[in-house]
């Protein structure tokens, strides 16, 4: 797993795309799949200890116009129930009720458009949906998204101290070069 600029209790979440894909002169499309992709998870237990998962059924899309990053649009579906972590406890303890509840809720979702501020959408997690603003980092090869949470928002007020109050999502999605139009 990638460590990033993590801060005390937080659930982090990668998204690495490699399927890309051109839609119309001006935009691209990449494809987020299992595979090719990874969405990862960080949760810091006291604060301190990180526990590492990966979810590993997700599909979901990013189209954006190369030459102007505030035109993009995303979709991202997430299968709750493939969450892998070292520790079984653990993950059942994460997919159980007192957290993700993935028995009641096995998918969560975003779906949201950029801005000049970033990607606004909507984020539907544990049966809530509200709206939610990711800040964007565009490189000549990837796309990153960060975004937090309070859990509390979300309906997910069990074990504060195991897992802090605070989500932090980071999706990350590696662009291609459009293909280019031909002789």
């Known amino acids: 797993m990638r460590n990033r600029f993590l801060l ?4 982090v979440i990668v998204v690495a795309g490699t399927h ?7 935009e691209t499309r990449v494809d987020l799949v299992s595979g090719p992709s990874a969405v990862d998870i960080r949760i810091y237990r006291l604060g301190l200890f990180p526990l590492d998962g990966q979810f590993a059924r997700f599909h979901g899309w990013l189209t954006y116009d190369p030459a102007n990053h505030t035109d993009c649009r995303v979709q991202l ?7 892998t972590m070292p520790s079984s406890v653990m993950r059942e303890r994460i997919l159980g009720p007192e957290f993700l509840d993935a028995a009641r809720y096995p998918t969560f979702a975003f779906d949201g458009a950029c801005t000049r501020a970033g990607v606004a959408g909507d ?8 709206p939610f603003m990711l800040a964007l980092d565009w490189h000549p090869a990837s796309v990153t998204a960060i975004g937090s949470l309070r859990r509390a928002a979300w309906g ?11 989500v932090r999502i980071e ?8 293909a280019s139009a031909g002789p």
């Open 8 to 11: 005390a209790p937080l659930i």
């Open 20 to 26: 890309a894909h051109p839609t119309h002169a001006t």
């Open 77 to 83: 579906r997430v299968d709750v129930t493939g969450l």
């Open 123 to 130: 984020l539907a997690l544990h049966g809530v949906t509200h």
């Open 156 to 166: 997910m007020t069990a074990m504060p101290i195991l897992a802090g109050p605070t």
């Open 171 to 178: 999706v990350t999605a590696h662009l291609a070069a459009p």
